[in-house]
């Protein structure tokens, strides 16, 4: 069941760039900005170079891409990648 935060506003250039199969990475952009924790990204990043990543630390990667929305939808944003 779809709810209202599965509608995206409607951007036409965007739109034509998904169909020419270019992606729209603003869009992406963006739902990653929502969904991303300035806070904790620094935390991870942070936990990167100092190669003291956890599989928890990756479990807490994936949800964030999951609050991003269907990983079909999100690699239909990427450029060159087949949907």
Known sequence: MSSSTDLELFHPDRIVS???GM???LSLIEKAEQAIDQDEA???EEKLRKNDFT????????KTIRRMGPLESILGMIPGSAT
């Open 18 to 20: 998904r169909m020419l």
């Open 23 to 25: 992606g729209d990475v």
């Open 42 to 44: 620094a935390d991870l």
């Open 55 to 62: 599989l928890d630390d990756f479990r807490k990667q994936l």
